[in-house]
C-alpha cells in the first residue's frame, strides 16, 4: 500500500483510471507512479503485469536494440522502467517467469546472450540485473533451466568482455547451494568452462577479455578453496590446460597474458602450501602446477632480468626506471613458491639464484615499496621458518648481511648530500635486521655467522643502534601512561585553588556545606515567617501543606509522584561552598519550595556582591 492509501488519504491516481478502460504498455510506463503503485502492489496493475504478453514485452525493451531513429522513450525511459519493475520486490512476478507455460519468458531475457559481441553496455546492465534478481530468488528453478541449455556457456565465454556479464556468471559459478553444488559442477565440466576460459589468454584478445577471464578462475579457485576434489579444479590443474596456460603467458614476454595468467597460478599455488616445511617431498611428486613452474624458473627468470627502456619521475628523486607490474607480479610469484614451503623447491631456487635475484631487485630500486613489502614478508617467512638450512644460505650464499651493511652505508652518504633522502628500503631493512638480531641466541649456525661479520657488528653497533634508539623514544618525551610530573601537579592543585578563592568556593572545610544548607533553610524560614504576617488565608494553607509534605518526607526517603510541590535538593549558589567528596555519600536534607520560590532560584545572580535570600 501507498503512504496516501495506508493514511486514509486515498485519491483515484491515473494508473487506476487507466487500468478501468482500454490502455497500452507503453500508457502505463509514461505515468509517473507506475514504479510506486508497483512496488505497493497495486492489484489491478500487478495482474496485467504479469500476464505472458507484458512481461514479454517488458523484456524486449531491455534485450532489443531500438531501430535507428527512435525517440528517447524507447531508447532510455522503456529499457530503464523495464528493468526496474522486472526487478522489483514483486514476487508475483517472479514467479510467474517460471510457470510451466511461461517458459518462454526466460528464452527471452537468457537470448540476449544470442546476439553478437559487442552487446549494447546499457542493455547488457539491464539484462544481467533482471537475470540475477531472479537467480536470487529462484536459484534452483534458474539453474534448472540453464543445465536444460546446451549452449548458454558458450554464449557466456563469447560475452566474457562484458563487465555486466561477467557479473551475472560469476554469481551462477559461486551458487553454493550444497544440493545443487554437485551437478553444477559436472554441468560446467561438460560444458568445457574451464578450458574455453584458459583458451581466452591468447595475447591476441582484448584486455577486457584477459582480466575478466583471469577474474573467473580465481573465483573458481577460491570458491573450490575447502574441496580437495573439484572437478573444476582436476581441469584446470591438468598437465594439458596448464601447459597451454604456460606457452600463453612466456610466448608474448611482459605482456597482458603474463600480468594475468600468472594471478591465476598464484592462487593455484596457493592450494598446495604446507603448514610446516615438507622436508621428505622430492620433485617429481610436487603437484602439477609446483612442477610446471619449477620447469619454467629460467624463462621467469629471464623475463625478470629483462632490461626497460620505460622512465619515471619522481619527486625529489628525478628520472629513474621503474620496476614495473608485469615484474612485480613475477616477483609476487616466487615469494608463494617459498611460502609452499618445500625443502625441495627452497633447493631449487636457491641453486637458480632466484632468492639472490630478488634481493638484486630490492637493493636496485630504492623507491617500490610494493617491492619491498613482498620481499621483507619473504626474508621474514624463511627467517621464522623450520628450515635452518635456508637461513643460513641466505646469510651467506646470498650474502644478505653484506648488502644490508653496504645499503646503509649508501643510505648515509645520500643523506650527507645536499636535500639527500633517506632511501625508501630503509625502514624494511630495520625490520629485518632486527629479526636476523634475534635469531641468533636460539641458532648457533647463524650466531657465529653473525659474530665473525665485522661489516655487520659495525652496522649493528652503529646505524642501527642509532636508528632503535631514535625509534624506542617516546613521543613528546615521555609516554601516556607513564606521566607524572610533581611540578605539574602541583601547579595544577594551585590553580584549582585559585579558581575555587575567586568564587568562595572551599576545597577544604567539609563543614561548610552543611552550613550553607542550614543558612539557606534559615533563610527560607524567615522569609516564610515575614510572609506570614501579611499573607491571606491561602497561604496560611499552603505553609501547613508544605509542612505536612515535610514531615512526611522526613518519615519516608521515597517521593510520592502525586504531590504538587517541587522537591529539590539545596541549590548551591556562587557564594556556597563546593560539596566534599566525603559528604557526597549522604544525601542532603530536601528542602521543599512552592513554584514562585523555585523561579527565584532559577534568576541570574550577580556574584560580584554578597548573595541576598530570594524573596517572593
Known amino acids: 500500500m501507498s503512504f496516501w492509501k495506508t493514511f486514509g488519504f486515498h485519491t483515484v491516481s491515473q494508473i487506476d483510471t487507466l487500468l478501468e478502460g482500454e490502455f497500452t504498455l507503453e500508457q502505463l510506463l509514461d505515468e509517473e507512479e507506475i514504479l510506486q503503485e508497483t512496488k505497493s502492489q497495486n492489484k489491478k496493475l500487478i495482474g496485467f503485469l504479469t500476464i505472458q504478453d507484458t512481461l514479454r514485452k517488458l523484456l524486449f525493451y531491455i534485450t532489443k536494440e531500438p531501430v535507428d531513429g527512435s525517440d528517447n522513450k524507447r531508447r532510455l525511459k522503456y529499457p530503464l522502467l523495464s528493468c526496474e519493475i522486472l526487478s522489483s520486490e514483486v514476487f508475483a512476478i517472479f514467479d510467474a517467469f517460471y510457470q510451466p507455460d511461461n517458459r518462454v519468458l526466460l528464452d527471452d531475457l537468457y537470448g540476449f546472450l544470442e546476439q553478437d559481441a559487442p552487446l549494447n553496455p546499457l542493455l547488457a546492465s539491464y539484462t544481467s540485473r533482471v537475470a540475477a534478481v531472479l537467480f536470487q530468488k529462484k536459484p534452483a528453478e534458474t ?310 661479520d665485522e661489516q655487520w657488528q659495525k652496522y649493528v653497533k652503529g646505524a642501527l643502534a642509532a636508528v632503535r634508539e631514535k625509534e624506542s623514544r617516546t613521543l613528546g618525551g615521555y609516554a601516556p601512561n607513564e606521566f607524572h610530573d610533581e611540578d605539574l601537579d602541583d601547579d595544577f592543585e594551585q590553580g584549582a585553588q585559585d579558581f575555587m578563592n575567586k568564587r568562595n568556593f572551599s576545597l577544604d572545610d567539609d563543614d561548610d556545606d552543611a552550613d550553607e544548607v542550614d543558612h539557606l533553610e534559615d533563610d527560607d524560614d524567615d522569609d516564610d515567617d515575614d510572609d506570614n504576617e501579611d499573607s491571606d488565608d491561602d497561604s496560611d494553607e499552603g505553609a501547613e501543606l508544605a509542612a505536612q509534605v515535610q514531615e512526611k518526607m522526613q518519615a519516608s526517603p521515597t517521593t510520592d509522584p502525586d504531590d504538587d510541590e517541587l522537591e529539590i535538593p539545596p541549590m548551591r549558589t556562587a557564594s556556597s561552598p563546593a560539596a566534599p567528596v566525603e559528604a557526597a555519600a549522604q544525601p542532603p536534607t530536601p528542602v521543599v519550595l512552592d513554584f514562585a520560590q523555585f523561579d527565584a532560584f532559577l534568576e541570574p545572580m550577580d556574584t560580584s556582591k554578597p548573595e541576598q535570600p530570594p524573596t517572593q
Open 143 to 452: 539453474m534448472l533451466y540453464l543445465k536444460e541449455k546446451d549452449h548458454i556457456i558458450p554464449q557466456f565465454i563469447k560475452h566474457l568482455g562484458n563487465a555486466s556479464i561477467m557479473d551475472l556468471l560469476l554469481k551462477i559459478i559461486g551458487h553454493d547451494d550444497a544440493a545443487e553444488n554437485a551437478t553444477t559442477l559436472e554441468w560446467l565440466c561438460k560444458s568445457q568452462f574451464i578450458s574455453s576460459l584458459v583458451h581466452k589468454f591468447e595475447p591476441s584478445l582484448p584486455v577486457e577479455v584477459l582480466e575478466n577471464a583471469s577474474q573467473a578462475l580465481v573465483d573458481i579457485i577460491s570458491v573450490s578453496a575447502n574441496s580437495t576434489n573439484s572437478p573444476l579444479i582436476a581441469q584446470l590443474e591438468s598437465e594439458e590446460l596448464l601447459q597451454v596456460l604456460f606457452n600463453y603467458m612466456l610466448s608474448s614476454g611482459l605482456n597482458q597474458p603474463l600480468l594475468h595468467g600468472v594471478t591465476v597460478l598464484i592462487e593455484l599455488l596457493r592450494r598446495h602450501r604446507r603448514e610446516r616445511n615438507d622436508d621428505l617431498a622430492q620433485l617429481e611428486e610436487l603437484a602439477t602446477p609446483l612442477k610446471l613452474t619449477l620447469a619454467n624458473l629460467d624463462k621467469f627468470l629471464a623475463l625478470l632480468n629483462q632490461p626497460s627502456d620505460a622512465t619515471v619521475t619522481l619527486p625529489g628523486v628525478g628520472t629513474i626506471p621503474p620496476l614495473g607490474f608485469h615484474k612485480l607480479k613475477i616477483v609476487d610469484l616466487f615469494s608463494m613458491l617459498v611460502h609452499s614451503n618445500f625443502k625441495c623447491i627452497d633447493d631449487e631456487l636457491v641453486k637458480k639464484n632466484v632468492i639472490s635475484t630478488l634481493l638484486d631487485l630490492f637493493f636496485s630500486y630504492h623507491w617500490n615499496n610494493f617491492l619491498h613489502s613482498t620481499v621483507e614478508h619473504m626474508i621474514q617467512f624463511i627467517l621464522q621458518g623450520q628450515n635452518e638450512d635456508l637461513k643460513v644460505k641466505l646469510l651467506t650464499d646470498c650474502n644478505l648481511l653484506g648488502r644490508i651493511s653496504a645499503a646503509s652505508r649508501g643510505n648515509d652518504e645520500d643523506c650527507s648530500k645536499p636535500k639527500g633522502l633517506r632511501r625508501g628500503y630503509m625502514g624494511f631493512l630495520t625490520l629485518i635486521s632486527q629479526s636476523i638480531i634475534n635469531l641468533g641466541p636460539s641458532n648457533p649456525a647463524v650466531e657465529q655467522i653473525l659474530a665473525n
